[in-house]
């Protein structure tokens, strides 16, 4: 029973994944077509990340009242909606029956309903994780949430690409498809935890549903795991985000050569991350969450300040830069894959069993206003200097490392302690 729930939660985290990055394949060249602008395109995202930042602390909050569930029911069900407007909004706007402006407010308006129902989902899903794994098998259990988002966001782009053939708009109506089975599967095959289902509001539990003092208390707890998520996940989006501008700029590529050598690039990070990730789930319960968090923020510093220096290869050397960069992204990727997961484990670990849904909600807020600053502070910085983001996202890993090591030289730690003894539930 337990296999099979965690197999549908997975299956439900990889195609909200799918659709995550299939709407970023899909959307800008057919809202170029009807008249937006690249900053309003952009600014779909942007907006609609802001809301995920800003819902996820509280609805994960509130997945400790009602259940984890209809959180994970919820993102699915928008997520339904959401491609379905997609599809009709683009339709109606290629067709000249929707204006540039109507299309955009839809797009806009569909897309922060589903970042807010996301702000509630995958909180819930990683405390659902909690919940209903022993606390040696926690590591594992995010790895496998990560690794899951992980090979859906690979996957996406693929899917879309297969359905374009039948129409500009048959992606959205796909993915749309896929959402639907994975929450006719939740609603029949996932159970609410245990945990979850027998949680309630006393007042003597130190960590109580969600108050003003609770967040203070839960930030006084969790700021050095929030800060590592932080700077963690806007480092990676930046070099991401800015690797076919430094490939076409380093090497004077087309356009097209370009988005090539990119998605050559970007897929050799990818597969690194997933790899780190499996390891992670193969033996994740014999090493403690401050070796994976040391060695993985450890990996991504020497990643990323091999990728920054890649850019200093003269370009006669240019086969020789190529090999450079894409082995510090094999580096930075098995960073990646080593650090998300065992914070996402520890945040478990140094939480109590009625505060998985806040706690959760928290480090997604905190990885997601690292995805939304990221592309922004990387931009703004590759016009002034192209290696400036580069550097920027090795201090960046630099301090999730110096943190890391803080946290484990603290004698008093969670990340110190054995897993099954690290629960304050258990204690």
Known sequence: MMIRSNAVLLAAIAVSAVSQSSIFAVLPPLARDIGLSD?????????????????????????????????????LAAAIVTNLIFALTLQAGLGGALSAAAVYGLLLGSRIMLN???????????????????????????????AAFGIGSIVGPSVAWALTPFGSTAPFIGIASLSLASLIAVMLRLPEPRAAATHGHDAAEPDAPASADGFAQALMRLWPYLLIGLAAAMAAI??????????????????ADAARYAGFALTVLAIATV???????????????????????????????????????????????????????????????????????????????????????????????????????????????????FALATLLFSVALIAAVWLRLQPTSDLNLPEACADPSAK
């Open 39 to 75: 900053i309003e395109i952009g600014s779909v995202a942007s907006i609609a990340a802001f809301c995920f930042v800003a819902s996820a602390p509280f609805l994960g909050s509130l997945s400790e009242r009602h259940g984890r569930v209809p959180f994970i029911v919820t993102g």
């Open 116 to 146: 807010i129902s996301w702000g509630g989902m995958f909180p819930a899903a990683f405390a659902y994780m909690a919940d209903s794994a022993p606390a040696e098998r926690r590591s594992t259990g995010a790895a496998l949430i990560g």
């Open 238 to 255: 930046m070099i991401q985000q800015l690797t076919a501008f430094r490939l076409q700029d380093q090497f004077d590529l087309t356009t």
């Open 275 to 389: 790899a780190a990730q499996s390891l992670v789930i193969w033996r994740g319960e014999s090493w403690r969450p401050a070796t994976l968090l040391c060695l993985g923020a450890g990996a991504a510093v020497i990643g990323s300040a091999g990728f920054a220096l890649a850019g200093l290869v003269p370009a006669a050397l240019d086969n020789l830069a190529l090999v450079l960069q894409c082995t510090a992204l094999v580096m930075l990727g098995i960073g990646i894959g080593f650090v998300l997961p065992s914070n996402a484990a520890a945040v478990m670990l140094a939480t109590g069993a009625h505060s998985q849904g806040r706690a959760a909600g928290l480090l997604n807020a905190a990885l997601g206003a690292g995805t939304m600053a990221g592309p922004l502070l990387g931009t703004a910085l590759y016009r002034v200097s192209p290696s400036g983001p």
